[in-house]
């Protein structure tokens, strides 16, 4: 079964950047669209960003276009967001998701990111 972890988060000023990873054990990524997602306290989880399993299609949310980076390592089982000129309401808790076309559905436990002075 796959597993899913993030990492990378923490705290940064306004203007900073931080690079979120989303490593897979389990199972190979490369049969796997990932999206990251986002959760800020009393908010619904949106979505922030998309890759298809190829790498070759990328999605944004309109809030995060031309600040965020979605790439993806298939050898290292990895996927990235970079994550730059970040803003105070970029604060929340980030997931990555793991979805197939067989029905598989997969959650990480999320990372903190904070922006503030």
């Known amino acids: 079964q796959l597993q899913l972890v993030e990492s990378g988060g923490g705290l940064v000023q306004p203007g900073g950047s931080l690079r979120l990873s989303c490593a897979a054990s389990?199972?190979?990524?490369?049969?796997?669209?990932i999206g990251w997602f986002r959760q800020a306290p009393g908010k619904e989880r949106e979505g922030v960003s998309c890759?298809?399993?190829?790498?070759?299609?990328?999605e944004y949310a309109e809030s995060v276009k031309g600040r965020f980076t979605i790439t993806r390592d298939n050898p290292e089982n990895t996927v990235y967001l970079q994550m730059d000129s970040l803003k105070p309401e970029d604060t929340a808790v980030y997931y990555c998701?793991?979805?197939?076309?067989?029905?598989?559905?997969?959650w990480g436990q999320g990372t903190q990111v904070t922006v503030s002075s």
């Open positions: 998701n793991a979805r197939n076309l067989l029905g598989g559905n997969y």
């Open positions: 389990g199972e190979t990524l490369r049969y796997y669209a």
């Open positions: 890759i298809s399993s190829t790498g070759r299609s990328t």
